[in-house]
């Protein structure tokens, strides 16, 4: 009886194959007996379907969520390598920190779901499962009730019993089988190119922009020439701008320098009002006060003008005591001196007091026309 443990592919060509590869488990099966683990999961599943129809490639595993930890980077060029791979569909569970260890969530029944769902909708004919895990026992048995065939692709040294027994054939993975399927270098450098390449959002990948603003991508050199120009329009702009501000400053110090200016002025025009007013007030509220003045000896008190008034108007006498304004004006000492020789002489009919007297209310009344 043929074992069921074997390096012999099958390669029936009518076969319809779907490959549902347990990540983590690969992963670290492959650091043990290969050390490395870049394996090209395209090459990887076509020799695993040898010929037969290779409908898709299912892969799961975890994701590094703590963006500090050592195998983040690494990881991160995995996957984008992954979804560069044409058929391949990526399921990502969640890690849960247990201690020193990462435990997975979600990985094991994510691969049992498709197997089963798969089966049942009739989507293959033979699943290959690339793990020895004893997990997938229930599922595999489900799978070979409907109909279908399982193969398990495990090194000999990490298949369980329970895996072994349940599946319908065990290709037996060893070093030489991954013979010619590692990545190259043209490759690792294409990935890590891809990996550091920036995301297109949803603006600028929708089809249609819908409600979306569009966006045209640019490259860094015209990013970096109209940052340029901007720099060089902003130091353009800034001799301009001061000039602005300077000019518009001198016109704000030109009008507040006229404002006070006005108000000076009011103030002066109001302080010499102010200075007249009082002025006229103390001039009506002090009238002037007559000088004694003597005639005769004395006898007599008149009121004497200004020196500076000049008064016009002389008298000149008549034969019959009247009278006359002569034509020429004698100031203050001209007149008192005529006076006191009128006392002493007199005049015919007329006393010498009486007519000093007379003689100087004519020369008041001269003086104020």
């Known amino acids: ?16 194959v779907m490959v549902f590869i347990d990540g983590s488990n690969l992963y670290h099966v492959l650091e043990q007996n290969c050390s490395r683990h870049d394996v090209q999961f395209d090459k990887f599943a076509m020799k695993l379907a040898n ?6 490639i299912y892969y799961y595993n975890i994701r590094q969520e703590n963006e500090r930890h050592e195998a983040r980077p690494e990881q991160e060029r995995f996957l984008h390598s992954l979804y560069d791979t044409p058929y391949v569909e990526v399921r990502l569970g969640i890690g849960k920190q247990r201690g020193e260890q990462m435990v997975e969530k979600g990985v094991d029944v994510m691969l049992a779901t498709d197997l089963v769902v798969r089966a049942f909708q009739d989507q293959y004919d033979t699943a290959i499962i690339v793990s020895g895990d004893g997990d997938f026992y229930p599922a595999i048995q489900a799978v070979k009730d409907r109909g279908k065939q399982v193969e398990v692709a495990a090194f000999a040294t990490n298949i369980s019993p329970e895996a ?21 270098r043209a490759r690792a450098r294409a990935v890590s190119q891809m990996s550091r390449k920036p995301e297109v959002k949803d603006e600028a990948s929708s089809p249609n922009g819908e409600d979306k603003p569009t966006r045209t991508p640019r490259s860094r050199a015209s990013t970096a020439r109209q940052r340029s120009t901007s720099a060089a329009s902003s130091e353009e702009r800034a001799p301009a701008a001061r000039a602005a501000r300077s000019a518009t400053h001198g016109r704000k110090t030109t009008a507040a320098s006229r404002r006070t200016a006005a108000n000076n ?36 008190r008149i009121r004497r003008t200004p020196s500076r008034r000049r008064v016009g108007g002389t008298a000149a006498q008549s034969s019959n005591g009247r009278s006359r304004a002569g034509a020429a004006v004698k100031d203050h000492s ?14 015919q009919g007329v006393p010498a007091g009486r007519r000093s007297s007379w003689l100087r209310r004519l020369g008041l009344l001269a003086g104020e026309k």
């Open 51 to 56: 010929g037969r129809d290779l409908r898709r």
């Open 1 to 16: 009886m043929p074992s069921k443990t074997t390096t012999a592919i099958p390669d029936r060509s009518d076969r319809r």
């Open 265 to 300: 002025k009011a103030e002066k025009s109001a302080a010499v009002e102010k200075t007249a007013a009082k002025r006229s007030s103390r001039a009506k509220s002090e009238p002037e006060s007559p000088e004694p003045a003597t005639v005769n000896g004395g006898a007599q």
């Open 334 to 347: 001209s007149e008192t001196a005529e006076q006191a020789s009128d006392g002493a002489k007199g005049v």
């Open 164 to 184: 072994a027994r349940a599946a319908d054939l065990h290709l037996k993975l060893t070093k030489t089988f991954f013979t010619g399927l590692w990545m190259t």
